[in-house]
């Protein structure tokens, strides 16, 4: 898989003029969704107006599905191919996904299976897109109740990240995408996590998150062009989604949906836990990490009845092969270690634990 580019700017139409007329193409779509047109529209018109009078008044396409993670689904990305299709998209043709990760998801499934591939570009408008979803080529729907089943692994040619977007998120949304650059914290480096940690996201603003957010990124480029295709390393990235997985959808049955960052933010402090017993990772990082988890997130809250079902969740992760539930651990910062199982009384004893934590 080719390296993507990615593009931190403030300045996003320059940005998508410059890359529109690097990759040539006949015609360009751009595909929002319901949310994104509404705020995004108004940032992007001058680069969509600068295009049309420069392509000899040539229109660009606009293809506008539903937002939410639900309507990740096989009849949102029909539409996308019946628009491309029915606007004579060919396969020179470019699309531009303008959206959180639902968008950048489904938009470069779409891309890469319409007329066995178009080149696309993604723009995050989320944190968690911009740090997780946009950038690494993983693309695809759900199917079903089942978080994308159906993808393949094909890389934006370029991805742009500018934290302008960000202004119109909510709190929520914001840590959301703040618990995967923890995850990339704990990845990387002491120094990194240290920064992250003292960060005051209560009060955040877009200037001394850039910096952090750069670094993020790069922490899961390195890791993608090391092992693309998720052969071995880039498992390192499924830190805190295996209990993670398992709490979102276990609040989405029972009617308390969570935005997935949370559902990682408590499911790593789990599997730190894991890694402490496991494969000896410092307990007074581990208590950080916790404590910075329950004062900011606050904790999810279960009993001990409730275990049979996350356990029950975890078992069908996509992730694991075989019977086995499949963990990544951490032996310590910067030191994933892969491809750990747990059984039934190990993975008690860690929630147990985790409620003791997190004071519940
Ligand atoms: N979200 C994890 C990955 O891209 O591998």
Known sequence: MNDQQVLFTNDICEALEEITTKIQHDKLFVLFDLTTIRFCMPVITPFLNKYEESHSGQRIHQIVIETSDQAKNIDSLTEVWNALSSNGATRHSLLINIGGGMITDLGGFAAATFKRGIKFINVATTLLGAVDAAVGGKTGINLGNLKNEI???????????????????????????????????????????????????????????????????????????QDPYEQGLRKALNLGHTFGHAFETWCMQTNKPILHGYAVAWGMVCELIMSQQQVGFPSDTLYEIANFVRDNYGPLQFNCGDYDAFIELMKHDKKNEGDEINFTLMSAIGVPTLNHSANKEQISIVLDIYRDLMGI
């Open 151 to 225: 993808g393949a692994f094909a890389p934006a040619s370029a991805v742009l990240i500018s934290t302008k977007f960000f202004e119109t998120l909510n709190h929520d949304n914001l840590i959301s995408g703040y618990a995967e650059m923890i995850k990339h914290g704990l990845l990387s480096d002491k120094q990194h996590l240290f920064d992250l940690l003292n960060y005051d996201i209560q009060h955040w603003d877009n200037e001394t998150l850039l910096p952090l957010l750069e670094y993020s990124v790069n922490v899961k480029r390195k890791v993608v062009r």
